[in-house]
C-alpha cells in the first residue's frame, strides 16, 4: 500500500485519480495485516486495488467525473466494493473516467483527460488510455495499483485494456450486482476488472461477482472458480472467427494480430471456424439508440436537490433545476440526453426506440445461433490503437467508431474479455477480444489463458 501510493505520488501527471484516501488506505492495509498475523484473511487480503469513480464508496466522494456530482458522498458502499473489501482488498482511491462512463477516451471526464503511461516509440505526444475506464486502465498499466474496477456499457472495460496492454474483463450482464453503481444505461451496464493478467482478472472477478437481493438483475447463480479454469485445456475449443469484425481504414497491423491469435489457439489445439454476424452493422446504431435512451432517463435525478452540486444563482425552482443542470452536465452528457429523449418522445418512439429493441433482439438471436456451433468468438478489441489526446474530440462519430467491436457483447449480454496481444509497430499495445455464452466466463477464461 505504501509503494502504491508513492508511485501514485510520483505519476500525478497522468491524472488517473480523482480522488486518494490515503489514510483509509493505510487503515485497511493494517486491518489487513492484523488479519494476516492471526493466519486469517480472504482471497484478496491487503491488495490495493483503485476503484472507478463511478463505484459509491461510503463516507468517500464518488463524482462519475461529473461536476454535477460534486461534493457527493454516498452514505452507503455498492455491492461490488463491500465483496472486494470483505476479501480483504484495500481501496487506494478513485479513479477518473468519463463522465457519467460516456466517451471512449476520457476526454469528457469534468477532472480532465488521463494521460496513457504508454508512448509512441520515439513520439512525445500524450495519448489516451481509452475510455470510459481510463483512470483504471492507466493506473493498472502504470503500476498506481495492483487492480482496478471498472464498468462496461458499451466497450468501457475492454476498449481501455486493450489501450494500455492490460487484461479487462466484462462478465456476463447479471453476473455482478449494479447496486451502488451510478446508472448509466441500466440494460448495458456491468461491473468488470482491469488488471495486469488473465489470473489476477480471474481473482479479482471472483469477489466482485455474485448475486444480490439488492439488485433483482444480479443472478443467483454459483460463482464458479475461474482461477481453476486457467488450467484447463483449450484442446478442442470451437473458436468462431466472424469476418464482419472489420471496419474500413482498419489498420494492417490489426488483421495482424488478429490473425496471430487464431494461430496460437490452433497451436493450443482449438478448432477455427469461420462465422458470419451479418447484423453486425447494426449494433452501434443500436446501442447509440438505447444507451442514450436509458441514460436520459437515468440522468433525471440530477436536479440540484438530491445529489452534490446546485447552481449558485437562479429565479425559481425551475430555473435551478434548470441552471444546476446546464452548469453540471458537460456537453457529451447533455448530447446523450438530447438524443435519448428525442428517441423516447412520443411519434419517434416507434420509429427510433422499439426499432432498435427489435434490432437488439435480433443480434442476440444471431449470437444465439453462433454459439450454437462455437464455443467462443475471437475478434480485435478495437478498430485501432491508442489515438492522441484531442484527436478525435471534434467529431463524436469518429469517437463512437471506437465502440464498434464491443458493444455487440453488451447489447447481447454476453461476457467479453480483452487480453494483451501484441504491439504495433509505433510500439503501442493491441488487444484481442474473446467473447463467449453467456454465465460461460470460465470457458473465456481458458481462452484467454492459451491467447496470454
Ligand atoms: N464509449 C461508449 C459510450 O460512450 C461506451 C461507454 C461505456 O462502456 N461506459 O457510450
Known amino acids: 500500500t505504501q509503494a502504491y501510493l508513492a508511485n501514485i505520488e510520483k505519476a500525478k501527471a497522468l491524472n488517473a485519480f480523482i480522488t486518494v484516501t490515503p489514510d483509509k488506505a493505510r487503515e485497511m492495509a493494517k486491518a489487513s495485516d492484523a488479519r494476516l498475523a492471526k493466519g486469517e484473511g480472504g482471497p484478496l487480503e491487503g491488495v490495493p486495488l483503485g476503484i472507478k ?12 467525473g461529473s461536476r454535477i456530482l460534486d461534493g ?62 481510463g483512470g483504471s486502465s492507466a493506473a493498472v498499466a502504470a503500476r498506481l495499483c495492483a487492480a482496478a474496477t471498472a464498468t462496461d456499457t458499451g466497450g468501457s472495460i475492454r476498449q481501455p485494456a486493450s489501450l494500455t496492454g492490460t487484461v479487462g474483463v466484462k462478465p456476463t450482464y447479471g453476473r ?14 456491468q461491473a468488470g476488472p482491469i488488471a495486469r493478467d488473465v489470473r489476477d482478472a480471474a481473482i479479482m472477478l471472483r469477489s466482485m461477482a455474485g448475486c444480490d437481493p439488492k439488485d433483482s438483475t444480479a443472478v443467483d447463480r454459483p460463482v464458479p ?10 484442446k478442442g475449443l470451437r473458436i468462431g472467427v466472424p469476418k464482419e469484425y472489420r471496419v474500413e481504414g482498419m489498420p494492417e497491423e490489426i488483421e495482424r494480430i488478429w490473425a496471430q491469435g487464431v494461430d496460437w489457439l490452433k497451436d493450443a489445439g482449438c478448432e477455427i471456424v469461420e462465422i458470419s454476424l ?28 438530491r445529489y452534490g452540486f446546485r447552481a449558485k444563482e437562479y429565479k425559481d425552482l425551475l430555473s435551478m433545476y434548470e441552471e444546476t443542470r446546464a452548469q453540471g ?35 442476440f438471436d444471431e449470437f444465439v445461433e453462433a454459439f450454437g456451433r462455437v464455443d467462443l468468438i475471437l475478434t480485435p478489441s478495437t478498430p485501432s490503437a491508442a489515438f492522441a489526446l484531442g484527436e478525435k474530440t471534434a467529431d463524436p462519430v469518429q469517437m463512437y467508431l ?9 447489447l447481447a449480454g454476453l461476457p467479453g474479455a480483452s487480453v494483451p496481444a501484441g504491439l504495433d509497430r ?27
Do not use: H
Open 278 to 305: 451479418p447484423l453486425t452493422k447494426y449494433a452501434l446504431p443500436v446501442y447509440y439508440i438505447v444507451a442514450p435512451a436509458e441514460a436520459s432517463s437515468n440522468l433525471a435525478r440530477y436536479d440540484g436537490v
Open 176 to 189: 455482478c450486482s449494479r447496486w451502488g453503481i451510478v446508472a448509466f444505461a441500466s440494460s448495458l451496464d
Open 402 to 410: 471506437n465502440d464498434v467491436f464491443t458493444v455487440t457483447a453488451n
Open 72 to 133: 457527493f458522498r454516498p452514505p452507503y458502499e455498492s455491492s461490488v466494493t463491500a465483496n472486494l473489501w470483505r476479501d480483504g482488498a484495500v481501496m487506494l482511491g478513485k479513479l477518473n473516467m468519463d463522465e457519467f462512463a460516456m466517451g471512449s477516451s476520457n476526454e469528457t471526464s469534468y477532472y480532465g483527460p488521463v494521460v496513457n503511461p504508454w508512448r509512441k516509440k520515439g513520439g512525445n505526444s500524450d495519448l489516451t488510455p481509452g475510455g470510459s475506464s
Open 329 to 363: 452536465f458537460g456537453d457529451e452528457v447533455k448530447r446523450r440526453i438530447l438524443i435519448g429523449t428525442y428517441v423516447l418522445s412520443a411519434g419517434y418512439y416507434d420509429a427510433y426506440y422499439l426499432r432498435a429493441q427489435k434490432v437488439r433482439k435480433r443480434i
Open 53 to 64: 469513480d463511478l463505484f459509491c464508496t461510503e463516507g468517500a466522494p464518488t463524482t462519475a
Open 426 to 452: 509505433d510500439g503501442l499495445p493491441l488487444g484481442l477480444q474473446l467473447l463467449a455464452r453467456p454465465f460461460d466466463e470460465e470457458t473465456m477464461f481458458t481462452g484467454m489463458a492459451a491467447l496470454e
Open 225 to 234: 472458480d475461474y482461477e481453476a479454469a486457467l488450467a484447463r485445456s483449450p
